[in-house]
């Protein structure tokens, strides 16, 4: 009677311990490879096909109704007949007051950088109600919750799986998880890299779509763009999030920009 009731216990035991199935590397979610073409045999023209990027549908959400459009001029912002360099802290201020509790629209330019809208984008998060990110190329916008370095770092302590984000590189996108990167093509590079200078939004919608297939649970994603970036480039990449019109893969889209730099004692205004 022992023995049986010895042998029974061990059998539970052994249930108990048994451990879960571990979760499948971020490996496994690699974008498919770009398509391969014998350069013998198609001669110039498939040698040129490896660089072609796969067209991409833009998606994203409707234009606000009647927003407050603030357009991209380089160091300086137009609303309207009126112009304002944000970091001027005159003309901070008064633009400040202008946003405030406002629908914002964004509109970019073809060569603004982000570095030169941290003022801006400062602005706009501590005063609009909404900010928006117009789409260079379609008349579709992207709502922004906009984060500086340090509040991008607060989001990244928080406990929560996934924190998913894209880091934006010149040569290519970089999906990056709590528990690691999508690989890509080359081990070293990019999930999702340029191809013949181009952003692959194709291919990187593709990958997203995988993260959101892994990690379920997850609502936000975050743009990280390096701050040498054009912000109209940083809007094509936003439409990535979405596979439909309306229809993002993540609820949240948080948008990084550059801290701004406190002003020198001493300098001039707009130094």
Not at 2 to 11: D, E, P
Not at 46 to 64: I, S
């Amino acid at each position: 009677m022992k023995r049986i009731l010895f042998t029974g216990w061990l059998s539970l035991l052994a249930v108990g311990c048994k451990e879960e199935k571990p979760a499948e590397p971020l490996s496994s979610l690699v974008p498919p490879p770009l398509p391969r073409v014998s350069a013998r045999t198609q001669g110039e023209k498939t040698r040129e096909a490896l660089f072609e990027v796969t067209p991409a549908e833009v998606y994203g959400e409707p234009v606000p109704d009647k927003p407050l459009r603030v357009e991209l001029a380089g160091e300086s912002v137009r609303l309207g007949a009126e112009r304002f360099t944000p970091s001027r802290p005159e003309e901070q201020a008064r633009l400040r007051e202008r946003v405030k509790e406002q629908v914002v629209l964004v509109v970019p330019d073809a060569d603004t950088f982000l570095a030169q809208t941290s003022e801006l984008f400062a602005t706009l998060r501590d005063s609009a109600r909404e900010a928006w990110l117009l789409h260079p190329d379609a008349p579709v916008a992207y709502r922004l919750v906009l984060r500086d370095e340090q509040g991008f770092q607060a989001w990244l302590a928080e406990v929560a799986p996934g924190k998913l984000r894209i880091i934006q590189r010149q040569d290519g996108f970089e999906l990056t998880t709590s528990v690691g990167k999508l690989p890509g093509p080359d081990a070293n590079g990019p999930s999702v890299p340029v191809r013949g200078g181009k952003q692959d939004i194709a291919t990187l919608r593709t990958g997203l779509g995988k993260l959101k297939g892994r990690f379920t649970t997850s609502e936000d994603i975050c743009l990280v763009p390096s701050f040498g970036t054009e912000v109209a480039q940083a809007a094509r990449a936003l439409g990535g999030v979405y596979v439909a019109p309306g229809e993002p893969l993540f609820e949240t889209l948080c948008f990084i920009y550059p801290t701004p730099r406190p002003p020198v004692a001493g300098a001039p205004a707009g130094q």
